[in-house]
C-alpha cells in the first residue's frame, strides 16, 4: 500500500494555490509548516489513517525541483463533472493542461480523465470510471 506521496516545489504558495484548488474536493485537509504543505484525509476516531498522504516540500538536498520523466499522480474523484469542475479550477490556480477532460477508451470504456501539469512541472491525472457518469 502507497502510505505517502511528495512532489517538490519551490515555491510553496504557488503550489499550495495550485493543489488547494482540487484537494480540498476530494476530502483532503490541509496541513501547513516550515516543511511545506501536507495534505491528508480526515481520519475518524479510533480508525486508521486514510492514505495515501500527498506531500508538497522544498528539495531536501537544496537544488532546484524538478518534475520525473514519466512520473504521474492519479487522484480519483465521484464523477466526469467532478472532473471537468476540478480540472478548470487546478488550470486558474496556476495549472497547465496536459489533455483536456474526455474518455479514454484505450484504458476501459468508463475512463474519464484530465491531466495537468502543476506549477512546477509535475503531471497530475483527474480520473473517474462511474459509469454512470455522462460527458
Given at each position: 500500500m502507497i502510505a505517502y506521496v511528495?512532489?517538490?516545489a519551490d515555491d510553496i504558495a504557488l503550489a499550495k494555490r495550485f493543489y488547494s484548488a482540487f484537494l480540498p474536493a476530494l476530502g483532503y485537509g490541509l496541513k501547513e509548516g516550515?516543511?511545506?504543505?501536507?495534505?491528508?484525509?480526515?481520519?475518524?476516531?479510533?480508525?486508521?489513517?486514510?492514505?495515501?498522504?500527498?506531500?508538497?516540500?522544498p528539495t531536501f538536498d537544496g537544488h532546484p525541483a524538478s518534475a520525473g520523466n514519466g512520473t504521474m499522480i492519479?487522484?480519483?474523484?465521484?464523477?466526469?463533472?467532478?472532473?471537468?469542475?476540478?480540472?478548470?479550477?487546478?488550470?486558474?490556480?496556476?495549472?497547465?493542461?496536459?489533455?483536456?477532460?474526455?474518455?479514454?477508451?484505450?484504458y476501459g470504456p468508463h475512463f474519464y480523465v484530465a491531466y495537468l501539469r502543476d506549477p512546477q512541472g509535475n503531471k497530475i491525472a483527474l480520473f473517474s470510471s462511474d459509469p454512470r457518469s455522462t460527458p
Open positions: 511528495t512532489v517538490g516550515s516543511e511545506g504543505l501536507s495534505y491528508a484525509l480526515p481520519v475518524p476516531p479510533g480508525q486508521s489513517a486514510v492514505l495515501p498522504d500527498f506531500y508538497v516540500k492519479a487522484f480519483e474523484v465521484r464523477s466526469q463533472k467532478e472532473v471537468r469542475d476540478l480540472h478548470a479550477a487546478a488550470l486558474a490556480a496556476g495549472g497547465s493542461d496536459e489533455g483536456q477532460p474526455g474518455l479514454r477508451d484505450s
